[in-house]
């Protein structure tokens, strides 16, 4: 049997839809700031497809008691959170290129510059910060 290539992923940084194609960084937190080591592109309908088979897997881990449900229980509070992540931030920018920010920048100190919080930001070895 030939051996399949693997890669871990710490965290997932931005995923957006840029051109068509969604794009989706895959980002290593063993370094001092995190960094994109990754990018994963798919069409629209590969993404489709991955989502549902993500959400399949999630409902069999909650079957088994693996993962709690991030659906508000029915005795929840109206307005609670539920407890799985959320996106940090929705964008649309140029082109109508739409951006999810996944990843919460670390606190800064209160005299943070605007260049010192970019270097936090995951770095990705193949596009500046410009669209």
Known sequence: MDTVPETFVDAFGEISLKHGMIRIELVSLSGSEPRVTQRLITSLQAFSQMLQAQNGMREQLEKAGVMRSSQPSPGAEPGSQPTSPSP???????????????????????????AATARRRPKSPNFSDEQ
Not at 102 to 108: D, R, S, V
């Open 88 to 114: 940090v931030g929705l964008e649309t920018g140029e082109a109508g290129a739409t951006v999810v920010r996944l990843m919460t920048p670390p606190a800064l100190p209160a005299a943070a510059t605007p």
